[in-house]
């Protein structure tokens, strides 16, 4: 065969970056049945599988992985060319964007975000996923845009961008009865404590600080994430310790007062990650773009 459709290396460039051949067919407007037979036309192009299905996904054979880069550069150079690189169109696109999210941006971050897409590109669709252990590798395969929240664990190894501060505040039943207006180190170290494990988050810093200052909480309950921890102060007397913009949303929500943290614990950074194989690409770009233009500025200005 020495035919090599130009179509048919846009298959192959996008089922290398995400690992899948529907994620590609997605990606590139076709049908998934349509991706398959151009990546047959590809295999007996090359007389090579060129991927090979695995529990990670479509794994590149040798030969894959050493004509990649030659045929990157061809596609990119085309298309700059015939001057469509780069070129994302909100209005018209279809696509779907999976961003990974700790759920308090979730509960803070999500609705606006949402909001902004039905009016900017309502061809797009959104899924949202839990920050977990396996993030990482989510992020390396193209199985995730993007990833927000405050996740050290995504610090190296991948783009970020800042998007805004936070710090922690406390939060009470507003009925509490002994604690009121200001949390003293003794009234805090006097009630009964929940404390939020949320995977993948950089929360536990809170621990450090207080473990500093020689503040041990007397934790009565665990939980798994922020979603319900609200209702539960409310209708108990127990303590949290959250995010301040999480703090304001619950506050207005359920019936918990806000209160400042009997020590000062530390400011953190908000950010948005991705992985470089993805860095060019024009919707992760526009999606990273809107991220900043809705929620730079949203925090406190530390």
Known sequence: MA??????????????????????????????????????????????????????????????????????????????????????????????????????????????????????????????????????RRLESGDIDLAVGFTPDLEAGFYQQALFAQNFVCLAASDHPRIRAKLTPRAFLAEGHIKVTASGTGHSIVDKVLARHKLERRVVLHLPSFLGVARIVAQTEFLVIVPRLLGIALASQEKVQLLEPPVPLPPYKVKQHWHERFNADAGNIWLRNSMVSLFSGTGLDV
């Open 3 to 136: 035919k090599l459709d130009l179509e048919w290396l846009g298959v192959f460039v996008e089922v290398y970056k995400t690992q899948s051949v529907s994620r590609a067919a997605l990606r590139l407007g076709i049908e998934q049945a349509s991706a398959s037979i151009m990546l047959g036309k590809l295999r007996r192009h090359f007389d090579d599988r060129l991927f090979t299905r695995t529990s990670a996904g479509m794994e590149p054979t040798p030969k894959a992985q050493s004509i990649y880069p030659d045929l990157l550069e061809a596609l990119l150079r085309i298309e700059k060319a015939r001057g469509q690189g780069g070129v994302f169109l909100p209005q018209q696109a279809e696509r779907e964007f999976c961003i990974c999210m700790t759920d308090i941006s979730e509960m803070v971050l999500l609705p606006k975000l949402i909001n902004h897409l039905q009016q900017s590109a309502p061809g797009l669709t959104l899924k949202a996923d839990k920050m977990s252990p396996d993030s990482r």
